[in-house]
């Protein structure tokens, strides 16, 4: 198969099976108890989160392991009890769908909107009549159209005005160099199996005078903020996928840049083909497009059936019969939304399977 789909999710990189596999056999103790077993557990835990800090220029200390990016983003909300939450146009249905299903806790959900370039831009908050203690949420990298919003900027801002920022790094993080110290932000997610670590597995780091609100109540685990036991295994990848993240981060960046310019330039040769968020700064393995009079769903599944993986936006979406939320939010037409692809590279891409796919697509559209 040529996998083509890695804003979904990442193949696990068999150094991190490597490292997980111990804890999986005869290293199974549970890190909260005080012999040998459990001591050897929790050091593996605390090399992962000064492993996964490493990579995100975070004190290990403000880390706090979850399930997955999902779990981490409700956690952030939890920090917006009692407050104006502001939302971007253009944020994941974690964010979105946990916002709604809390609403009662805060005074008010507004949206902020994005522009046609899929961009939240920081002078919007202003224009909102800001008030002390908002509350603001936005992503760092659309997972769609790759577009990397200017985070650093909206927490200047909302810093300002007595607020909190949280964004969502959860396809930022592993792409491209990622500093929670210099964004500025309150809190951010983080997720494991985007960076080629195993699903399941998250985190949520946050600044040390912002009041988190646990959401699961139980044990002390992760300093009360996350109670039930630690699922090490995967806590022991997820660290071991972010330091080879970091160690990498250059090279893999060159190498999906490379790989991005070829293929948009062989996409550019179809006729219609319309590159979203082309002019902005984007995650360098991401390319989302349309093209006028073609069913993206159809197209994909098409796809399928020639052994080639894309998406047609949001994994979590797919299916629904709906246009991209992100899209809609950036002004595109329906009958161009509804054509959306979005191709995600990963670090063991090839050129061939970009000229593979390439090839593929046109054969395809020509039959349309």
């Known amino acids: 198969m040529i996998y083509l789909d890695h804003n979904a999710t990442t193949p696990p990189d068999e150094r991190v099976v490597e490292a997980m596999l111990p ?46 990016g999902t779990e981490a983003n409700a956690l952030a909300l939890s920090s917006a009890r009692n407050r104006r939450l502001w939302i971007s146009a253009i944020e994941h249905p974690a964010v979105t769908e946990n916002a709604v299903r809390q609403s009662e806790r805060y005074t008010a959900i507004n949206t902020l909107p994005a522009d046609t370039y899929g961009l939240v831009l920081p002078g919007m908050l202003a224009e909102q009549s800001p008030q002390a203690g908002d509350f603001v949420s936005l992503m760092l990298a659309n997972n769609e ?6 985070v650093a900027e909206w927490a200047a801002a909302t810093r300002a005005v007595g ?27 983080l997720s494991s199996h985007k960076i080629y670590g195993p699903k399941g597995c998250g985190a949520l780091v946050w600044r040390a005078d ?21 699922n090490v295994a995967a806590i022991v990848g997820f660290g071991k996928a972010a330091e080879l993240a970091r160690l990498e981060l250059d090279d893999r960046l060159a190498r999906m840049q490379s790989l991005r310019a070829g293929l948009e330039q062989q996409l550019k040769t179809i006729p219609g083909l319309v590159i979203f968020a082309e002019r902005v700064p984007r995650l360098p393995n991401t390319v989302q497009f349309g093209i006028p009079g073609v069913n993206g769903e159809m197209l994909l599944m098409q796809l399928d059936q020639k052994n080639i993986a894309v998406s047609s936006g949001s994994a979590c979406a797919a299916g629904s019969g709906q246009i991209s939320p992100v899209l809609a939010a950036m002004g595109v037409a329906d009958s161009l939304a509804k054509s959306a692809i979005r191709v995600s590279l990963g670090k063991d891409n090839t050129a061939r399977e970009i000229d593979e796919f390439v090839s593929v697509l046109k054969a395809l559209l020509a039959r349309v």
Do not use: C, W
């Open 210 to 230: 912002v009041d988190v609100r646990p959401l699961i109540y139980g044990g002390d685990q992760e300093r009360g903020l996350r109670a039930g036991t630690e």
């Open 145 to 150: 159209t790759g577009a990397v919003q200017p």
């Open 23 to 68: 804890y999986l056999r005869q290293l199974y103790g549970n890190p909260s108890s005080l012999y040998r077993l459990g001591r050897i557990a929790r050091s593996a835990v605390d090399t992962a989160r000064e492993q996964v800090a490493a990579l995100i220029d975070a004190p290990a200390a403000q880390i706090v392991f979850t399930n997955g």
């Open 163 to 189: 607020g909190l920022l949280h964004t969502d790094a959860v396809q930022a993080a592993g792409k491209i160099p990622v500093s929670f110290k210099q964004l500025g932000a309150d809190l951010m997610s």
